[in-house]
Structure formats: structure tokens, C-alpha cells
């Protein structure tokens, strides 16, 4: 049987935006190569919109290496894009790019998003980078993640298998989540 909360908590070392004290906290476990994750992707800026200070949205890397050969080198490369100040911006390029992520790609998308690339270069081979993709994976491991993407909602597992309309209800069934009241 999976678990069904998340095992690893919410620390401010986590990539996150919105405020720790917001009423939701979603924990997505990701992979920049994953049709699925993208779409997500995509709703998760939706509801940031519609949510702004009530969300607190953490995304953590599952890269799934066995099925999308990119993945687990964009993931590090959005690590390396972070030692810059700049996971947030090459999130969202390498997701709105999902379909380039060679190498010659990640450098592109690393000066795209103002990431200096001679420290890019360097620091795409930095283990504290992949190393930190890994720890990524071991807590989605040791939470039950198995497939991408992965939500947690203030927690606990969202059960429904990739099914976009089941998160947003349940979010905005969670009590202070009610889209109207800002």
C-alpha cells in the first residue's frame, strides 16, 4: 500500500512560491520531459493567478529517467538555473520547451532566462545539483510517487489519477481555498 501523505515537509529550502502560512500548500512531484506534468504545469499557473497569496505551490523533481531520456539532466539544469536566482524562470521555459532539452537546449534556455552561461556550464556538472534532484526523488520515493505528476494537497496524497477537474474541485473544497474571496 502507497503512503498517503506526504513524508518529507515543506521547508523553506523547497523551490516554492506563495507564502509557507498559506491556507493550501500543493506539492507537485514533476518531470520536464512528461506530457501530463506539463498540462499540470499549466494549471498550476492558472490557479496561482486565481489564488495568489492562498497557495503556497512547492514543486519537487521526480525525473523519470527510464522513459524520457532528458529528464533527469533538465531537472539539474533547472538546479544549476537556481544557484543563479533563476529555478522559477527556467521552470517555466523548460516546460513551455519541452520539446528541446538537449544539451545545446538547456544552455539556450539557461541565457533565454538571464542565467550567465559560463557559471551555467559549471554548475550543470556540480553534483550538489544532482544531488539535489535525487533527494527530490528519494522523498517522492519514500511519499509513494510513482508516476508524474504527483500532488499533495496540504499533505495528503490527491488520489485521482492524473485528473486535472478532481484536483481543482478538491482544492477549492478545502476550507479559506474559495476562489472568490480575496
Not at 64 to 69: M, R
Not at 70 to 87: C, N, P, S
Not at 101 to 129: I, K, N, Q, W, Y
Request: glycine share 6%.
Amino acid at each position: 500500500m502507497q503512503p498517503a501523505d506526504l513524508t518529507v515537509p515543506i521547508t523553506p529550502q523547497d523551490h516554492l512560491t506563495g507564502p509557507m502560512d498559506a491556507p493550501l500548500h500543493l506539492v507537485m512531484y514533476g518531470d520536464y520531459e512528461c506530457p501530463y506534468t506539463a498540462m499540470a504545469h499549466e494549471l498550476i499557473r492558472e490557479l496561482q493567478d486565481a489564488l495568489g497569496e492562498r497557495l503556497c505551490f512547492v514543486y519537487r523533481n521526480f525525473p523519470l529517467a527510464d522513459i524520457h531520456p532528458h529528464a533527469l539532466h533538465a531537472a539539474t539544469a533547472a538546479e544549476a538555473a537556481g544557484a543563479e536566482g533563476r529555478f522559477w524562470e527556467m521552470h517555466h521555459q523548460l516546460f513551455t520547451h519541452q520539446e528541446a532539452l538537449d544539451d545545446a537546449s538547456l544552455r539556450s534556455h539557461a541565457s533565454a532566462v538571464g542565467v550567465d552561461t559560463a557559471r551555467f556550464d559549471t554548475a550543470l556538472r556540480a553534483p550538489e545539483h544532482a544531488e539535489r534532484v535525487h533527494e527530490d526523488v528519494r522523498g517522492g520515493q519514500a511519499s509513494g510517487v510513482r508516476s508524474t505528476p504527483t500532488f499533495f494537497l496540504n499533505g495528503h496524497r490527491h488520489r485521482e489519477k492524473f485528473n486535472l477537474q478532481a484536483l481543482v474541485q478538491e482544492i477549492f473544497d478545502i476550507p479559506g481555498v474559495d476562489p472568490s474571496n480575496e
